[in-house]
């Protein structure tokens, strides 16, 4: 964003699209408190308000008909989300209504945010950093309590003061070595050669741990794909009702009665595991049996996590098996046996 943008008021309506009971408007930068005021009319003017404070009164056009009764929340900078000036109108829950608010402000020296723009702002503003920055858009999409939490520590700078430390801790490092390097003629040791090779190995230790948590916080941040997969009439579908506890697919004895992929969602102990009951793989005559096939082969490439279901009584699959190793990693398949009650050996 260069300087003549940051200069910009800008504005977009803050809640999801639809009907509901309130729609909040955000507007940050220089204008943005005297854009709301010039369309704002209550028993006293926006400009000369404090900081967090709160305006009952109405939004009106430019011919003082009365738009909506709203809110009207001032926040100065640089004490706002975004380190400028900032106004959220708080109105009823009509998208027309916000709508027109928004074309009311437009009309006086405000443009529309572009995605994401507020919180670019409030990065480019010193408001939050990088990580911060990105962990925002984790707490909007959050779907479990652990992702939420997850997001939730990350938004609160729990890796950037991480990440600082160690960064203070390589820089203390450097300079040690720097001295060292200095004065080597001077026969001056500034540290021993084992207490910096110990701080040198202690940094690289904590590295590491920062960088093994990466796959546990995309699994936390982004869930899991699970692949249901097998030879026709295995018990995908049962195991994916039984993991639901909702009859969600169709059960038959009768090979092949999923002929398309089925996705489902579900949280497992605060972590989001998306589910998918896949057409049985085998070879086929039938054209459209061919196409969930070609789905199922696709889901199994994209997984996460395979769970190769069997059935007890059938011979094991191993051409099937050595298929799935060459779609996806051997690693993520999970061998699962099924249908053992009906065993009568």
């Known amino acids: 964003m260069d300087k003549l943008q940051t200069e910009d008021t800008i504005a977009a309506i803050a809640t999801p699209a639809g009907v ?3 729609s909040i408007i955000r507007v940050s930068g220089p204008l943005a408190i005297h854009a709301a005021n010039k369309i704002f009319s209550g028993k006293s003017t926006l400009i000369d308000s404090k900081t967090h404070t709160i305006h009952y ?19 100065i900078s640089p004490n706002s989300y975004t380190g400028e000036d900032s106004v959220e109108i708080s109105t009823h829950g009509s998208s027309f209504i916000a709508q027109k608010i928004i074309k009311l402000l437009l009309e006086n020296n405000v443009r529309p945010a572009e995605p994401g723009e507020f919180t670019k702002r409030a990065f480019l503003n010193g408001k939050i950093d990088l990580a911060q920055a990105e962990a925002v858009a984790d707490v909007i999409n959050s779907r479990t309590e652990t992702s939420l939490k997850g997001a939730r520590n990350q938004l609160d700078g729990l890796l950037s003061k991480k990440v600082q430390s160690l960064r203070e801790m390589l820089i203390n490092v450097s300079s040690l070595v720097e001295l060292e390097l200095d004065f080597a003629e001077e026969d001056v040791e500034f540290i021993q050669y084992d207490e910096l090779q110990k701080r040198i190995n202690s940094i690289i230790k904590e590295i590491d741990q920062l960088l093994k948590s990466y796959s546990f916080g995309k699994v936390v941040r982004d869930g899991v794909n699970v692949a ?14 039984y993991i639901l506890k909702e009859a969600r697919a169709i059960v038959s004895k009768i090979p092949g009665t999923t002929r398309d992929v089925i996705r489902e969602e579900v949280s497992i102990d605060g972590i989001l595991f998306r589910l998918y009951d896949t057409a049985g793989i085998r070879i086929s005559e039938d054209e459209i049996e061919k196409i969930s096939v070609i789905r199922s082969r696709e889901v199994v490439k994209n997984s996460d996590l395979i769970l190769f279901i069997n059935d007890v009584e059938q011979n094991y699959p191993d051409d099937l098996f050595e298929e799935l190793k060459t779609l996806n990693k051997q690693d993520n398949i999970i061998n699962v046996l099924n249908k053992i009650d009906l065993n009568k050996e």
């Open 228 to 241: 249901l997969v097998g030879l026709p009439n295995v018990g995908k579908s049962s195991l994916l009702n």
């Open 57 to 75: 009164g109405n939004i009106v056009d430019s011919k003082k008909n009365i738009i909506d009764n709203v809110l009207v929340s001032i926040f």
């Open 20 to 22: 509901g009971a309130i």
